[in-house]
């Protein structure tokens, strides 16, 4: 996961500190005519941006016309994680979407939803962020941050990909796979007998090519986008991470809004939510199709035993972030 700068870092805990001191003072000057910018690095096709158009048909009709919203893809506005939350920080990015790892650098309980195999399902995971962990989560953020969280999307579930496939934690042992840049993560990994190894994501391709790595793990569309699947032909529905990202915005852009504006973001903040997961899920199967199509194999796999063979990972995490009471509720939700 990526590690955003110390500058950010110590900005986002200053603003979190002197959240009273927002450029926008409630009560004055709210209202009236507000363009918002939502931003993301990923394409005008992805999830994130159907999410935003969602967000922007609805606030936008339910405001009258009074909020309108403008969307940039593709990067335009920041082209990674670290640019996009600098510029919400300065008022030129309104809306964004980030990972647990990168919210995680101000507020490290977040990363409890990077551990592996923390949940069995997709409809498990939307119990646990849209009920009481979630809401949880969204306080320790609130408090400690001047981010509002809106909702929790997703980005896919990851599964193992590589040269050869697997059915058991054996079939890993020795096995050099790209791992996500979290202890936790690459721990989990040599639990199950591999190898993680650092490879930047625009360089994975070549690293294939080049038998650098054997293995990597991602999602469906991830995988076909980058083309991976032309060297790496087989994926294994490990099923390890059912992904969570986190959709935001300030505390001061949404307090310049007056109570009819702000009760249009919130219903438009809902919409988005679900347009963005239902997109996601139409893009992992499109492109789960199209790796078949260009003769890919897949294959099922008992994720019992990796479950279990992480579980001292996935306990030791919970104990260093204190979320010993969340994990619990999550496992109760199964």
């Given at each position: 996961?990526?590690?955003?700068?110390?500058?950010?870092?110590?900005?986002?805990?200053?603003?979190?500190?002197?959240?009273?001191?927002?450029?926008?003072?409630?009560?004055?000057?709210?209202?009236?005519?507000?363009?918002?910018?939502a931003?993301?690095?990923?394409?005008?096709?992805?999830?994130?941006?159907?999410?935003?158009?969602?967000?922007?048909?609805?606030?936008?009709?339910?405001?009258?016309?009074?909020?309108?919203?403008e969307v940039?893809?593709?990067?335009?506005?920041?082209?990674?994680?670290?640019?996009?939350?600098?510029?919400?920080?300065?008022?030129?990015?309104?809306?964004v979407?980030?990972?647990?790892?990168?919210?995680?650098?101000?507020?490290?309980e977040?990363?409890?939803?990077?551990?592996?195999?923390?949940?069995?399902?997709?409809?498990?995971?939307?119990?646990?962020?849209?009920?009481?962990?979630?809401?949880?989560?969204?306080?320790?953020?609130?408090?400690?941050?001047?981010?509002?969280?809106?909702?929790?999307w997703?980005?896919?579930?990851?599964?193992?990909?590589?040269?050869?496939?697997?059915?058991?934690p054996?079939?890993?042992?020795?096995?050099?796979?790209?791992s996500?840049?979290s202890?936790?993560?690459?721990d989990?990994?040599?639990?199950?007998?591999?190898?993680?190894?650092?490879?930047?994501?625009?360089?994975?391709?070549?690293?294939l090519?080049?038998?650098?790595?054997?293995?990597?793990?991602?999602?469906?569309?991830?995988?076909?986008?980058?083309?991976?699947?032309?060297?790496?032909?087989?994926?294994?529905?490990?099923?390890?991470?059912?992904?969570?990202r986190?959709?935001?915005?300030?505390?001061?852009t949404?307090?310049?809004?007056?109570?009819?504006q702000?009760q249009?973001?919130?219903?438009?903040a809902?919409?988005?939510?679900?347009?963005?997961?239902?997109?996601?899920?139409?893009l992992?199967?499109?492109?789960?199709?199209?790796?078949?199509?260009?003769g890919?194999?897949i294959?099922k796999?008992?994720?019992?035993?990796?479950?279990?063979?992480?579980?001292?990972?996935?306990?030791?995490?919970?104990?260093q972030?204190?979320?010993?009471?969340?994990?619990q509720?999550?496992?109760?939700?199964?």
């Amino acid at each position: 996961m990526k590690k955003m700068g110390i500058t950010l870092l110590a900005s986002i805990l200053m603003i979190g500190l002197l959240s009273g001191c927002s450029m926008f003072q409630a009560g004055s000057d709210r209202g009236g005519k507000v363009k918002l910018i939502a931003a993301t690095q990923l394409d005008s096709k992805s999830a994130f941006a159907e999410g935003f158009r969602e967000f922007k048909k609805v606030v936008e009709k339910e405001s009258d016309g009074t909020v309108t919203v403008e969307v940039h893809t593709n990067g335009d506005l920041g082209g990674n994680e670290d640019e996009l939350v600098q510029n919400l920080q300065s008022g030129s990015v309104d809306l964004v979407v980030a990972s647990p790892g990168f919210m995680a650098q101000a507020v490290k309980e977040v990363d409890f939803f990077a551990l592996p195999y923390l949940f069995e399902s997709r409809d498990h995971w939307k119990k646990a962020v849209d009920g009481e962990v979630g809401h949880t989560v969204t306080k320790m953020v609130e408090q400690k941050t001047d981010f509002k969280i809106l909702g929790y999307w997703s980005a896919g579930v990851r599964n193992y990909y590589g040269f050869q496939p697997i059915e058991e934690p054996e079939d890993l042992k020795g096995i050099k796979i790209r791992s996500q840049d979290s202890p936790t993560v690459r721990d989990a990994w040599k639990a199950l007998g591999a190898q993680p190894t650092s490879v930047a994501w625009n360089e994975m391709y070549q690293a294939l090519q080049n038998q650098v790595v054997d293995a990597a793990e991602n999602d469906f569309t991830n995988i076909y986008q980058a083309s991976h699947h032309e060297t790496a032909k087989y994926i294994s529905l490990t099923q390890h991470d059912y992904t969570t990202r986190l959709f935001f915005t300030s505390q001061q852009t949404f307090d310049a809004l007056d109570e009819k504006q702000q009760q249009a973001f919130m219903k438009a903040a809902k919409a988005a939510t679900e347009a963005a997961r239902k997109a996601d899920d139409q893009l992992a199967e499109e492109s789960k199709q199209k790796l078949k199509k260009a003769g890919v194999k897949i294959n099922k796999v008992d994720t019992q035993p990796f479950v279990e063979k992480t579980e001292p990972v996935r306990e030791k995490a919970v104990q260093q972030l204190g979320m010993e009471a969340l994990y619990q509720k999550v496992q109760e939700l199964k």
